[in-house]
């Protein structure tokens, strides 16, 4: 299966390639933490382990379901997903998922992801990548439109997190 080589703004060498079931501990590790920092996803707690995490990881190879990792240095440093829009109307339509290792944040390793996410999701007939975050998720935000991703709405008062309530942003963009 094809990988993708990148490099991080200080010169270390990032390679993308799609996820193995040997993946799933590191998945798993890092959901749970960005769980537990409670700023960045809608999800309150931890809810999958990680034989959940691997089983995903086989369904991937049978499937249009894409997970790709990233490494530097043979560590792994974060990962994005894509998965088909429920609706058979809309199987050329993919949902994305990214989360990068705190301690790797700001390397320039989510860029790398969502290009490799691009390719990744040609090679699958995906023609529209679309996802979602909270309107205070700066990184995020700047990370997305900074790659032509298009605001094409806003849902207010959409998630109840510990902070209070934030704002979900829609975007998405055509990859054909
Ligand atoms: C959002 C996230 C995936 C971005 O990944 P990353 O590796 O930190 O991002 P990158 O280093 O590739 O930065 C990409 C862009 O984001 C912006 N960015 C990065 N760090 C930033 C910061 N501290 N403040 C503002 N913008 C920033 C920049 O525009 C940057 O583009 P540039 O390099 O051309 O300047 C990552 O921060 C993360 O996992 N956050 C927690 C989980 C999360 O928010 N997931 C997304 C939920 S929708």
Request: net charge neutral.
């Amino acid at each position: 299966m094809k990988a993708w080589q990148f490099k991080t703004k200080d010169d270390r060498e990032i390679l993308i390639r799609h996820a193995k079931i040997s993946d799933a501990r590191d998945l798993h590790q890092n959901f749970c933490q960005v769980v537990h920092e409670s700023e960045w996803l809608p999800t309150l707690r931890p809810n999958s382990n990680q034989a959940e995490w691997a089983e995903w990881i086989q369904r991937t190879y049978g499937n249009r379901e894409i997970l790709l990792i990233a490494h530097i240095d043979a560590e792994y440093v974060g990962h994005l997903s894509l998965q088909p829009e429920e609706w058979a109307a809309s199987a050329h339509v993919a949902r994305l998922g990214i989360i990068v290792r705190k301690p790797f944040r700001g390397f320039g390793i989510g860029k790398a992801l969502m290009v490799a996410a691009e390719d990744a999701g040609r090679q699958q007939r995906y023609e529209k990548i679309t996802l979602s975050t909270f309107d205070n998720n700066a990184i995020a935000l700047s990370l997305y439109e900074s790659l032509g991703y298009r605001l094409v709405g806003k849902r207010e008062r959409h998630f109840q997190m510990p902070k209070g309530f934030i704002d979900e942003i829609l975007m998405e963009k055509p990859i054909v």
